[in-house]
T-cell receptor, first 117, second 114 residues
């Protein structure tokens, strides 16, 4: 149980286009979903926290108009990278906090590799 | 703010060797501490956790003890296997306004040779 999927697993796009990444909790409901960015050989950096039905909370330095997050249901959150540029190329990872968990365990998706040409 | 510092890698060991990956943290209040593992091509998986001082988390032969006095949560395994080759992340989940958010260390790449 507690499986989180991401789609797509990798995407290549042209500079200036927008890319949508989906994060789904497959067998549980998630009160909160988190979006991280991971640079090569570096740690995960939290970008934003999203709660179902409300606006996402962005970490300092993350452009909310650049990285649009929608959390439409207890099992789906989407991250849209708008007007992508090469510096947005990265590995994006989502995680979901299970509704019934008593100690805030987060379950992670496999990640999405974004390459902007 | 909260922070986690892991020993720098990569770490290369022979099979059946003893493993220690150091992790220290800075946090306000009483954070929960975690070790996550990322196998090649896969997402992060929770390896073990400890939620209060002196707790010992253990799983798959790995252990880590929450040491409040030294603000540490070192990961150990007595005899590593080739299948343990992965990236290991120490993390904490703080309280207050940081409740539920994970702060990660930089990750340690472990390679185990036969």
């Amino acid at each position: 149980g507690a499986v989180v999927s991401q789609h797509p697993s990798w995407v290549i796009c042209k500079s200036g286009t927008s890319v949508k990444i989906e994060c789904r909790s497959l067998d549980f409901q998630a009160t909160t979903m988190f979006w991280y960015r991971q640079f090569p050989k570096q740690s995960l950096m939290l970008m934003a926290t999203s709660n179902e039905g409300s606006k996402a909370t962005y970490e300092q330095g993350v452009e909310k108009d650049k990285f649009l997050i929608n959390h439409a249901s207890l099992t789906l959150s989407t991250l849209t990278v708008t007007s992508a540029h090469p510096e947005d190329s990265s590995f994006y990872i989502c995680s979901a906090d299970e509704l019934m968990s008593s100690y805030n365990e987060q379950f992670f998706g496999p990640g999405t590799r974004l390459t902007v040409l | 703010g909260d922070s986690v510092t892991q020993m720098e890698g990569p770490v290369t060991l022979s099979e059946e060797a003893f493993l220690t990956i150091n992790c220290t943290y800075t946090a306000t209040g009483y954070p929960s501490l975690f070790w996550y593992v990322q196998y090649p091509g896969e997402g992060l998986q929770l390896l073990l956790k400890a939620t209060k001082a002196d707790d010992k988390g253990s799983n798959k032969g790995f252990e880590a003890t929450y040491r409040k006095e030294t603000t540490s949560f070192h990961l150990e395994k007595g005899s590593v296997q080739v299948s343990d080759s992965a990236v290991y992340f120490c993390a904490l989940s703080g309280g207050g306004t940081s409740y539920g958010k994970l702060t990660f260390g930089q990750g340690t790449i472990l390679t185990v040779h036969p």
